[in-house]
């Protein structure tokens, strides 16, 4: 499976953003699929993750939005109400098979990353 993420870019606070992840493949539908990310200096994080549920990180929960289009090979990340700690590179992970509640903030589980998308938020 290789993933393509895109959809990043500068906004201002309070701006919205939409990443979208696209997957190789025919079988993306069993795929549990997350997002993370990478600001500079610090470790990669769980943002959200859509499995048979979706999953958000305390942070960003009430601004955030996870979906997917299977038809499409697709998962998107609808971002509101952006803030500069936002910012960081945003990475698209898939994982074979479902994705539960107490795994899907794991790095490990996922199987397969796309290369990052670039989001930076100005105050």
């Known amino acids: 499976v290789q993933l393509q993420a895109s959809g990043g870019g500068l906004v201002q606070a309070g701006g919205s953003l939409r990443l979208s992840c696209v997957a190789s493949?025919?079988?993306?539908?069993?795929?549990?699929m997350g997002w993370f990310r990478q600001a500079p200096g610090k470790e990669r994080e769980f943002v959200v993750a859509i499995s048979r549920s979706t999953y958000y990180s305390d942070s960003v929960k009430g601004r955030f939005s996870i979906s997917r289009v299977n038809a499409e090979n697709t998962v998107y990340l609808q971002m509101n109400s952006l803030r500069p700690e936002d910012t960081a590179v945003y990475y698209c992970g898939a994982k074979s098979g479902v994705l539960v509640g107490h795994i899907v903030a794991l790095r490990r589980v996922y199987d397969y990353w796309g290369q990052g998308t670039e989001v930076t938020v100005s105050s």
């Open positions: 493949g025919r079988t993306f539908r069993e795929y549990g």
